[in-house]
Structures are given as C-alpha cells and as structure tokens.
C-alpha cells in the first residue's frame, strides 16, 4: 500500500451512533486475510489457562464493544495511525476451548499467516497462557525478541498444578525455548504475594529487569521508559500488557487481581514510551468481563491497545 491509497478508517460516530453497528475494533472494517494490511486486531477468546476468576475468554467481544468510543486521533501525542497505516480487525482465532494444548498450535498457526504477511498482530485476550503461542510466531519471524512485559505477575512459573502451560508460566517457556532476548527483558508492576521470598530472583538470573510497583508508587515511568528504550535500541520489540498490572480501583474486572498497582496515566507512560522501539507485536490480556459490571476494564483495555497502534513504527504525528 503507498501512502497515497486511502486507508481503512474507523466508522464515524456522525456516521453511525456508537451504540450501533456490528463491534469492531475501533469500529474498522473486518478482513478475513491479512494480506496487504499493516497492522491488524485479532481475539484470542481462551481462558482456560487460568487459576482462579475465569472469564477472559469474554474479552475480545467486550474490548470490541467498549472500543466504539474510541476516535481516530491521539490528543496528546498527536499520532494519526489511520493516515498512514492499513489496520482492521481480523477477527478471532478459533481456539479449541477442551484444550489447551491443542489450542496452542492453533494460535500460532494463526500468527505465522499474519506474520508472512508483514501485519503487526495487536490481540484482544484471553488470558496470558496466549502469550506463549504468539511469541513462537514472533520469534520465528524475528529471532529472540526484546519484551516490555507489564504486569502484576511475572509469570515465570515453572508449572502450575503440575501443568508447564498455564497463564502463569508463558515467559518461564518464552526463556527455555530461546524466544526472548533476556537482557532486553523488563517487567513492570510486579506486585503482591509470593509462593517463595526468592520468586523473582530467577527472571533477573536470566538478565530480566523486574520494576516493582512499589518501587515506582507516586512517579512518573517517563524516566524508566527512557532507560528502556536506550537498553531494547531497535532490537524488534514485543508488548505484553497484563491488565491486572493496572490496580484494581481501575481495572477490577481481571481474575487474579492485586493491591497497589500502577495508575491509568502511568499505564499510558508505559506504552507512549514505547514510541521509537521496533514493536513487532502487542497483547492485552486478562480482562474478565463478569468481574467487570461497569465496562471500565474493558474500555481501559480498548483505550490501551489504540496507544499500542499508536506506537507503532509508521505512524506519524501531527
Ligand atoms: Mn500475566
Ligand atoms: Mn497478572
């Protein structure tokens, strides 16, 4: 596609009431292929990776639905990634909701299409176990890859009830099948309790660098992005944002939730300082829409993946 070609937009709301309409992400035309696309959405409806809430295989349609508010122009940052950028929503991936491991192959046949055809995949979750799945894809296509991983969690488990899948574990396999590029690894917001004081000393043994959220109470993530961008350089990049990294007061509909997370302006720091790095791909996981009565997780989640395609390399600013 030239630049001259006029790309997908976003159904207008003076064109359609926002309440109306088929729910797109964004409200952008549906495509079946990902040929001559720059940037797509895709769902992923599983949940079965999950531990405790379930309920995430309900995200995709529920950050589809709160995402009609959305307009094409970034205020703030002044990016237009409808001028420059062919984007639509490509739908969701038919997993097989009786298993897991079947539903993995399934995943990452899906992303290798979209990958051969130079489309960056942003996805709608589904809960973490997803991640795992993708990033096979991603790293087949672009080698061991630098990671912002923002999150309560750092799911690095080396099993869970004994299963080595699970929502816990994508980035203890990420390590083991060679798919991340370690010491451009940075996981942010992690929190809580543990099953062991030492649960976050293995990820930095392998040259992760872990920000705690206590760590960055009351600050702005300007500075850390900044010390991100400098370490990842044009190293391709993938974004993995667990919205339970987000505290519960504003995204309470997840299934495993934490006190003391980040706040929504640090969230959008996090992604905003991802502008210039060399994203290849982006998640936004663990929305749980039963435990989200007022929609504000999801429309959190829908804003969150409009400033991934913000960052984008090629879009433009105003
Ligand atoms: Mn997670
Ligand atoms: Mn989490």
Redesign the pocket.
């Known amino acids: 596609m030239t630049s001259a070609t006029p790309k997908n937009q976003p159904l207008s709301g003076n064109a359609m009431p926002r309440f109306g309409g088929i729910a797109s992400m964004l409200r952008l035309p549906l495509a079946n292929s990902p040929e001559g696309l720059d940037a797509a959405f895709i769902g992923v409806p599983l949940d079965i990776g999950t531990s405790h809430r379930p309920g995430a295989r309900f995200g995709p349609r529920q950050i589809r639905a709160e995402s009609a508010l959305i307009r094409p122009y970034n205020m703030a940052t002044g990016a237009a990634p409808f001028d420059t950028l062919q984007v639509a929503d490509l739908g969701d991936v038919p997993i097989n909701t009786y298993s897991l491991q079947k539903s993995l192959p399934i995943i990452t046949g899906f992303y290798q299409q979209v990958l051969n055809a130079d489309c960056i995949p942003l996805t709608l979750g589904g809960d973490?176990t997803i991640a795992l799945p993708i990033l096979r894809a991603i790293a087949a296509r672009h080698g061991p890859v630098a990671l912002v991983h923002v999150?309560?969690?750092a799911?690095v488990n080396d099993d869970m009830f004994g299963e080595r899948i699970a929502h816990g574990t994508p980035f203890r396999r990420a390590v083991e099948e060679n798919l991340l590029a370690c010491d451009k690894v940075f996981q942010i917001g992690l929190r809580g309790t543990g099953y062991a004081s030492d649960d976050f000393d293995w990820p930095r043994a392998q040259g992760f660098t872990i920000v705690q959220a206590h760590e960055v109470w009351y600050q702005s993530l300007a500075p850390t992005m900044a010390r991100v961008r400098e370490r990842i350089g044009n190293t391709p990049c993938y974004l993995s944002f667990?919205i339970?990294?987000i505290d519960p007061a504003f995204a309470g509909g997840?299934g495993?939730p934490?006190i003391g997370g980040l706040t929504v302006p640090q969230a959008l720091e996090i992604i905003r300082g991802c502008h210039g790095l060399n994203i290849v791909g982006g998640d936004l996981v663990?929305i749980a829409p039963p435990y989200d009565l007022s929609g504000n997780t999801a429309l959190l989640g829908a804003n969150l993946l409009y400033e991934m395609l913000c960052v984008l390399p090629g879009v433009k600013r105003r």
């Open positions: 973490h999150d309560a969690h799911d667990d339970d990294g997840t495993t934490e663990e």
